[in-house]
Nanobody
Framework: QVQLAESGGGLVQAGGSLRLSCAASGLTFSTYAMAWFRQAPGKEREFVGGMPKNGDTTYYADSVKGRFTISRDNAKNLVYLQMNSLKPEDTAVYYC???????????????????WGQGTQVTVSS
């Protein structure tokens, strides 16, 4: 059974930092592209950042580019999201997701991801 478990969310002031972690189990982690999505109340789930299974490239939404960094450790089945210079508009539930994909491809759409975590709340106060 595939499981993705996020951790590291919380309450932070604007300008602060958080590091989210996602632990994956039940899948061959190195064969999946990994990504972070987020969903704010009343809004659709949106792509934040992702990396292909080989981990040598990354892609980010324009809204977080330069502030967020995604990374992965294929030996430990972990993926991270380092979030710096947080803004109130970053407040959302953050989800880790896994997609079977080719070596260099980073899926950007919700429907392309086969597995999802339960999410972790990030709240940024002004």
């Amino acid at each position: 059974q595939v499981q993705l478990a996020e951790s590291g969310g919380g309450l932070v002031q604007a300008g602060g930092s958080l590091r989210l972690s996602c632990a994956a189990s039940g899948l061959t982690f190195s064969t999946y592209a990994m990504a972070w999505f987020r969903q704010a109340p009343g809004k659709e789930r949106e792509f934040v950042g992702g990396m292909p299974k080989n981990g040598d490239t990354t892609y980010y939404a324009d809204s977080v580019k330069g502030r967020f960094t995604i990374s992965r450790d294929n030996a430990k089945n972990l993926v991270y999201l380092q979030m710096n210079s947080l803004k109130p508009e970053d407040t959302a539930v953050y989800y880790c997701a896994a997609a079977p994909s080719g070596r260099f491809y980073i899926p950007l759409r919700v429907y392309e991801y086969a597995y999802w975590g339960q999410g972790t709340q990030v709240t940024v106060s002004s």
